[in-house]
């Protein structure tokens, strides 16, 4: 008896070792796949006549809408903003016009599902 009972010991380990490791896999994937899914890169910008104009690349797996992405002016939480294409497919660009800079050294966050993103552009 003493033979079985080591032998389903080692079962149990194994099995219990296979279970958390599957969890710990799935878990970390899942995270992986959130964070990469809507992923941009954002080109240098430039200001003319207070409007601020920005490249945009998605360099996720999934189409970003304009409602997947949130700009902050300054203190303006809601600039007025034009994205053309309004849908961005992965590996493919669209420009960003944001209205109401001030002139001088404007601030600009842009804030996607995957994270957000800090410039400073000068008009």
């Known amino acids: 008896m003493k033979g079985i009972s080591a032998i389903i010991a080692t079962l149990l380990l194994l099995?219990?070792?296979i279970g958390?490791?599957?969890?710990?896999?799935?878990?970390?994937n899942n995270i992986v796949q959130r964070s990469t899914s809507?992923?941009?890169?954002?080109e240098p910008g430039y200001c003319s006549s207070n409007t601020i104009t920005l490249i945009?690349?998605?360099m996720g797996t999934e189409n970003i809408?304009?409602?997947d992405i949130r700009f902050v002016l300054g203190n303006n939480q809601n600039p007025s903003v034009v994205l053309n294409p309004t849908i961005i497919s992965p590996r493919s660009t669209a420009i960003a016009t944001i209205s109401g800079a001030q002139t001088g050294m404007n601030n600009l966050i842009i804030i996607t599902p995957s994270g957000s993103t800090r410039h400073q552009i000068f008009c």
């Open 56 to 58: 945009i690349t998605n």
């Open 65 to 67: 809408t304009s409602s």
């Open 20 to 28: 958390l490791a599957m969890t710990a896999y799935f878990y970390i």
């Open 38 to 42: 809507k992923a941009i890169s954002v």
């Open 15 to 17: 099995v219990i070792t």
